[in-house]
């Protein structure tokens, strides 16, 4: 089993030196336990997932938060909301900094009961699956953006040599049966099931609530509902429209995207690396994994990604919009090898609206050359600019 550095580790460890309590949220089995405990090796680690320990932490929440040493880890701390009020108070009695650790996977329950009993006590991180620098900075080897985008990210399928097939079924399965359950009312896994493969198959392009609920039998506000329950569980994210006012001609609708491009490959049943380079979807697959990698980047250093994309009735496009005081970031993605001239065409389009002295603007394309051209710096995607 190959052990990854992960990125986020010295931020976390900076952090819990800045607050009582440290809020560690992310999809399933992106490595929270392991970064925790690699992280503070000193604390007591209690899962909340051991019938024992959850029912000591009903039953006595106050000797529950005593054991072992003075600080505590606790896993999946969402199955325990109501201890939070008992943490609170003993951050304040202690006001000791990093005394507790918390992690969950369903960022709603943890978010909701922090903004409850822990505010302005907690510091909240995400950790998504593993990045491509940290990948690179171990043993372990991408062959290329094909084989990374099918294999995807998570921790297990990389670290163990567990093939995909082996892998999304029962996370998939895991995630419908713990999370979705408890999360709505939903008595009917499989219609949720055939609605994350819709998802999956509208992978880069504009989120049509309407259309989405029409082919499942279902209204607007249950795909907006259950849109919003795999994005607090990092399955999905929307990217929203950029929101500078350049005229009614922008496109306003958000774009959707997956958190791993590995269960995108599954839910749409690609079975090779070989395949996603023949695949209708491997241009938004190549532009779903860029972006990825850049909030992966972003949430690393403990800063929270404001990502956006723009679009006008006419269609030019521009993948990516950050925007940083009066500068803004311009970023185009290719899922070609070959540097084309008409690559900074977007871009262009894009300055006629702005100052160009505002305007940084880069390519990122699947080639392995770095070039740049009058006002664009074009970089393969395994070197991705740090977007501020």
């Excluded at 008992?86 to 005394?99: P, S």
């Excluded at 163990?160 to 029962?170: G, I, L, S």
């Excluded at 958000?254 to 979807?281: N, R």
């Excluded at 699947?366 to 977007?387: C, N």
Aim: with cysteine; charged share 20%.
């Amino acid at each position: 089993m190959t052990m990854i550095t992960r990125e986020l580790g010295n931020y976390l460890r900076h952090i819990a030196g800045h607050y009582p309590v440290v809020t560690l949220t992310g999809p399933r089995q992106s490595g929270k336990t392991t970064l925790s405990r690699a992280a503070f090796p000193n604390h007591t680690y209690c899962n909340l997932e051991d019938p024992e320990l959850r029912s000591l932490a009903f039953t006595d929440p106050r000797a529950f938060l005593k054991q072992g040493t003075a600080d505590l880890i606790i896993d999946e701390a969402q199955y325990a909301p109501h201890l939070f009020s008992y943490i609170q108070v003993l951050a304040d009695e202690k006001k000791r900094n990093g005394q507790f650790i918390l992690s969950g996977s369903q960022n709603f329950l943890l978010m909701e009961k922090i903004s409850q009993s822990l505010a302005g006590r907690a510091a909240i991180l995400h950790l998504l699956p593993l990045s491509f620098r940290e990948l690179s900075a171990s043993s372990v080897t991408i062959n290329n953006w094909e084989h990374y985008a099918f294999s995807g990210s998570y921790p297990a399928p990389l670290t163990q040599n567990t093939a995909p097939k082996d892998f999304y079924p029962f996370y998939i399965q895991s995630y419908l049966e713990r999370d979705v359950r408890q999360l709505i009312n939903v008595t009917d896994l499989e219609r949720f099931r055939n609605f994350l493969v819709l998802c999956a198959s509208r992978t880069g392009q504009q989120v049509n609530y309407s259309l989405l609920g029409n082919e499942l039998g279902i209204d607007s506000k249950t795909t907006i509902r259950w849109l919003s329950v795999l994005e607090t569980s990092f399955i999905i994210y929307r990217l929203p429209q950029f929101h500078k006012n350049f005229g009614k001609r922008l496109v306003k609708a958000p774009k959707l995207y997956f958190y791993d491009t590995g269960l995108v490959c599954f839910l749409l049943g690609i079975k090779s690396p070989e395949d996603v380079a023949l695949h209708y979807a491997k241009g938004f697959l190549f532009e779903n994994l860029v972006l990825s990698e850049l909030c992966k980047n972003k949430l690393n250093k403990g800063e929270r990604p404001s990502f956006y994309y723009m679009r006008d009735n006419t269609g030019h496009e521009i993948d990516l919009i950050t925007e940083s005081g009066n500068t803004l970031t311009a970023l185009e993605i290719k899922s070609t090898g070959t540097i084309h001239p008409d690559f900074r065409k977007n871009l262009l389009w894009l300055q006629k609206l702005i100052k160009p002295n505002t305007l940084h603007q880069w390519v990122v394309y699947a080639g392995e050359r770095t070039q740049t051209v009058s006002d664009t710096t074009i970089v393969p995607w395994t070197h991705l600019p740090a977007v501020d």
